[in-house]
């Protein structure tokens, strides 16, 4: 990666602009005895890109959608969007391009609105009282069109105020998960600062959480 002013020509005056750009190529898994290597796809750049957001809690709502950009490959590029503004776009590099610079491997690119992607969420004091926190972890099978950000985000609607911390960490692509989709595990933090959460208000939220992904998103719990 690499960050940096970048200028060019507006309608008056030179405009500045700092930039973040991504570049991934190579393998995602090297050769080992107990499976072939797997090279780095759109998903994996895009994965990345989507923990960035979460990691910077970016101050608005995200989401990607398909873009036609001549340095990039057709159906494999799109655009960043937060609260609906471009911020930026990202894509494996046009096979044209990438011959023309000799490279003999896919390479994915993005770039990125440093501005935009650094603007951050406030975090928000919540007094956590005396009672302990319930942890829940669900696996979901969902299509790669939708978003990590925006299944949280239905994740946070749907549990309400119980929901002290929700955070995607395992994704997984491969045997048993249809192409074109991919299985997360999601964990929920919960807790009531008033009381202990009985195990059947648990379940009755997490039924909600998952019908919610089920009707948004088509996403089914993973066996």
């Known amino acids: 990666f690499e960050t940096g002013h970048c200028f060019r020509q507006g309608q008056e005056a030179f405009e500045e602009a700092w930039r973040l750009g991504l570049l991934m190529t190579g393998d995602v898994r090297p050769e080992h005895f107990s499976g072939k290597p797997r090279p780095i796809d759109y998903f994996d750049l895009k994965g990345e890109v989507e923990h960035l957001l979460d990691f910077n809690a970016v101050d608005g709502e995200t989401s990607f959608e398909r873009a036609d950009l001549p340095w990039l490959h057709p159906g494999?590029?799109?655009?960043?969007?937060?609260?609906?503004?471009?911020?930026?776009?990202?894509?494996?590099?046009?096979?044209?391009?990438?011959?023309?610079?000799?490279?003999?491997?896919?390479?994915?690119?993005?770039?990125?609105?440093?501005?935009?992607?650094?603007?951050?969420?406030?975090?928000?004091?919540?007094?956590?009282?005396?009672?302990?926190?319930?942890?829940?972890?669900?696996?979901?099978?969902?299509?790669?069109?939708?978003?990590?950000?925006?299944?949280?985000e239905s994740v946070r609607q749907s549990a309400g105020g119980l929901l002290e911390n929700c955070v995607v960490f395992d994704k997984y692509r491969g045997e048993g998960i249809e192409s074109g989709f991919r299985s997360l595990a999601i964990g929920l933090i919960l807790r009531d600062v008033s009381r202990t959460l009985k195990d059947r208000e648990i379940d009755a939220l997490l039924e909600t959480v998952l019908a919610d992904l089920e009707s948004r998103f088509g996403a089914k719990l993973r066996g």
């Open 76 to 152: 494999q590029a799109a655009r960043l969007l937060i609260d609906g503004v471009p911020a930026g776009w990202l894509g494996q590099l046009h096979p044209a391009l990438a011959g023309e610079l000799e490279l003999d491997q896919p390479v994915f690119v993005a770039e990125f609105d440093g501005r935009s992607i650094s603007a951050r969420r406030l975090p928000e004091h919540r007094d956590s009282g005396r009672f302990p926190a319930v942890r829940r972890d669900i696996a979901i099978v969902v299509s790669d069109e939708h978003p990590a950000a925006s299944l949280i």
